[in-house]
C-alpha cells in the first residue's frame, strides 16, 4: 500500500488491508488534522480493500466529520463501489460522481 499526497488530497493505491492498516490510518489522521475543506481520497490505483482497510476509511470519515471537514472518495473501482452499495456505506461516505449503475441494487 502507497499513500501519497498533502492534507487536500490523498492517492491511496496498492492493497488497504490489515497489513496496511495501521500506517494508513496514521497519514489519514494526519491529513484530516492538519488541514481545512474537504478531504479527498483518491482511489483509482487501490487493488483492493478488506474489512480492515474499509474500518481505516471509515474512521477517517468520522475524524474529518468532527473536525468539520469531509472525506470525498474519487475515483472508487468498481469492486469496491459494490461492497460499499453491499454495506449501505455509499450512504454515509461522500463520493464523488456517484456510484456506477451496475454497483446500485435493481429494484
Do not use: K
Amino acid at each position: 500500500m502507497h499513500i501519497r499526497g498533502d492534507h487536500a488530497e490523498l492517492a491511496v493505491g496498492g492493497r488497504l488491508d490489515v497489513r496496511s492498516a495501521a500506517d494508513a490510518r496514521t497519514v489519514l489522521h494526519s491529513a484530516v488534522d492538519d488541514g481545512a475543506g474537504d478531504l479527498v481520497l483518491n482511489l483509482t490505483e487501490l487493488d483492493s480493500w478488506d474489512a480492515t482497510g474499509l474500518g481505516v476509511i471509515m474512521g477517517a470519515h468520522r475524524r474529518a466529520g468532527r473536525a468539520g471537514r469531509r472525506l470525498v472518495l474519487r475515483g472508487v473501482p468498481p469492486q469496491m463501489q459494490r461492497l460499499l452499495v453491499a454495506t449501505r456505506l455509499h450512504r454515509i461516505l461522500a463520493i464523488e460522481g456517484g456510484l456506477a449503475a451496475e454497483s446500485l441494487p435493481r429494484v
